[in-house]
């Protein structure tokens, strides 16, 4: 239909000719309330947004010299974490002199990387920025 009796069929309707496909050969236009469709565009999106859930990080902190007893309350909630769908950052500080042995911080994260596998993947692999080895880990599905 040529663009003029589209415009006259539009008017004839009282409703508005909205373009609905410009890439294509011809353009595509639909008789329809624009105002409608706008409606609708921000409830589907509005719907989309409240579908979507924004992933949080959570962190948790171990010292070098931590008791057993600790390291598993420590690891129960980061296994409870991972559990709820969050992204966990894992953060092991030095304290003055632990810092000149740094091989120390990485068996604990080794020991903290098997210890979690089954429930988590390596996302950032351990990294020695400044007094802390830090990592982070994704859930598995």
Known sequence: MKLA???QAAQAAHLDLVLVSENSNPPVCRIM???KLLYEQKKK???QKKNQQAQKVKEIKFRLHID???YEVKLNHAKEF???GNKLRVTITFRGRELSHPEMGFELVSRITEDLA???AVDAPAKLLGKNINMSFNPKA
Do not use: I, R
């Open 118 to 120: 089954e429930v988590a």
């Open 68 to 70: 057993t007893h600790d």
């Open 82 to 84: 991972l559990a709820e």
């Open 5 to 7: 009796a589209a415009c």
């Open 33 to 35: 309330d624009f105002g």
């Open 45 to 47: 999106l509005k719907e």
